[in-house]
């Protein structure tokens, strides 16, 4: 069987595995994905990236982690 599976970019979050905020901060980007899928969205959705970078960079200026945007 064959799968087609279309580019897409994503996120890769990068948080210390020793900094002590780390669940609490992948919880909160865990939240911003699953509040996009409720509208209906996907994270393969085009805009996924464009519709969510300001709410990453917002859990960045409170959390110590630094992210890139990878085309997959």
Same mark, same amino acid.
């Given at each position: 069987?064959?799968?087609?599976?279309?580019?897409?970019?994503?996120?890769?979050?990068?948080?210390? !595995? #020793? &900094?002590? @905020?780390?669940?609490?901060?992948?919880?909160?980007?865990?939240? *911003?994905? !699953? #509040? &996009?899928? @409720?509208?209906?969205?996907?994270?393969?959705?085009?805009?996924? *990236?464009? !519709?969510?970078?300001? @709410?990453?960079?917002?859990?960045?200026?409170?959390?110590?982690?630094?992210?890139?945007?990878?085309? @997959?």
């Amino acid at each position: 069987m064959k799968a087609r599976i279309p580019k897409h970019r994503e996120f890769i979050i990068n948080l210390a !595995d #020793d &900094y002590e @905020k780390k669940d609490e901060c992948w919880a909160k980007l865990m939240q *911003i994905m !699953d #509040d &996009y899928k @409720k509208q209906g969205k996907s994270v393969y959705t085009p805009t996924f *990236i464009e !519709d969510n970078e300001d @709410k990453v960079k917002a859990l960045q200026a409170e959390y110590e982690f630094t992210y890139t945007i990878e085309e @997959k």
